[in-house]
């Protein structure tokens, strides 16, 4: 009886003793879940995401819906000074939809700068428990991104949404008990890549009967992972993945495709990102008869800003228009708009 009641009380003692462990585990992981009562100071925390939608190859830098969707937020606080961890707080799927919620940081951070890092739509690992851990975190997903052009035109594919993050660097917290307000824009770690490709008007005066279409379109040179956080410089990944893609027409005569691509940085003209558009012209303008067709490739860097440098976040316009064969030009202008700003360039390339 007596050391039955010892190990029942050794097994109180035990449980007690990991109940307290879990909750203050708890409170540095995931912070408060419902009122404040924690003595130390309040942060008001908000995210701000992209504005209104826009169509389909729009010069407009908007977001889609479903690219500016955000589903779950982890909020990170970190002392400035040390970069040692503060708090982790996965907010409440009510504060996610609020866009904002008030947290509480541990008692005795007030006096002390802190990092904020928010991270949108991607599950940061239990096991990073350092500001320099967190930056160095890497999206990989690349596949997931992208697919067919209904799917990437309709829906975010990959599950759980775009991977968004951003952070406030060195906010002095409050002292008056009244919560510091930090704002935090959110930015998406993919570039986005549309590619318009149509028939010029002067096809059909120099080529009259005949028709030319895009049989598909294929990019390389790019990274297949990044950084999270742009703030987190790494080795240059390497540049050899690839993907095709089938275009969306109308009519066929104009066709539409769209990639999801992760940032890099200057390159080399003889590394920027490379399109390659697969074209058929049809002597007779009948598709279904085959001996008079013939295949072609029209080769396109994309220059961006002037380096080959990818944006994370970026929106880049690439607008063809094929003229004829092999013999003809092909004009291109690539239209680079940052979601803050817009840069255009304009090129005609010889075939």
């Excluded at 100071?41 to 504005?51: A, N, R, Y």
Aim: hydrophobic fraction near 40%; charge should be negative; aromatic fraction near 10%.
């Amino acid at each position: 009886m007596k050391n039955n009641m010892k190990k029942l009380i050794f097994c109180a003692i035990a449980a007690a003793m990991a109940l307290a462990s879990c909750n203050k585990n708890d409170n540095l992981q995931n912070g408060p879940t419902s009122a404040n009562t924690a003595a130390g100071p309040k942060v008001s925390i908000s995210f701000v995401g992209d504005g209104s939608t826009r169509a389909f190859f729009d010069a407009s830098a908007a977001a889609e819906p479903w690219e500016k969707q955000i589903n779950t937020v982890t909020v990170f606080a970190f002392s400035a000074s040390n970069g040692s961890l503060t708090l982790r707080r996965e907010l409440l799927s009510s504060e996610v939809a609020a866009g904002s919620a008030t947290i509480v940081l541990p008692f005795g951070s007030a006096n002390v700068h802190q990092n904020f890092y928010v991270v949108a739509n991607y599950a940061v690992p239990v096991n990073v428990v350092t500001e320099t851990g967190l930056l160095a975190v890497t999206d990989d997903s690349f596949p997931s991104y992208n697919g067919t052009v209904s799917d990437v035109m309709t829906q975010a594919r990959r599950s759980g949404g775009f991977t968004m993050s951003g952070s406030a660097n060195d906010v002095q917290l409050r002292t008056d008990g009244a919560p510091t307000d930090v704002t935090v824009p959110l930015k998406r770690t993919v570039a986005k890549v549309a590619i318009r490709i149509s028939v010029d008007p002067d096809f059909l005066v120099k080529y009259p009967g005949r028709k030319i279409k895009v049989l598909d379109v294929g990019i390389s040179r790019f990274a297949g992972s990044a950084p999270v956080f742009d703030s987190y410089v790494t080795t240059e990944v390497p540049m050899s993945n690839s993907m095709l893609q089938v275009p969306a027409t109308t009519d066929d005569k104009v066709w539409d495709n769209l990639f999801y691509m992760f940032p890099s940085g200057a390159r080399t003209s003889s590394t920027y990102l490379q399109l390659t558009i697969r074209a058929l012209f049809d002597a007779d303008g009948n598709f279904a008869t085959t001996a008079d067709q013939r295949e072609y490739s029209y080769t396109v860097d994309l220059i961006a800003g002037g380096n080959g440098t990818l944006l994370r976040n970026g929106y880049y316009r690439v607008d063809c228009s094929l003229k004829g064969s092999i013999d003809d030009f092909v004009n291109v202008s690539v239209y680079a708009a940052d979601w803050e700003s817009t840069i255009t360039q304009s090129n005609d390339l010889g075939l």
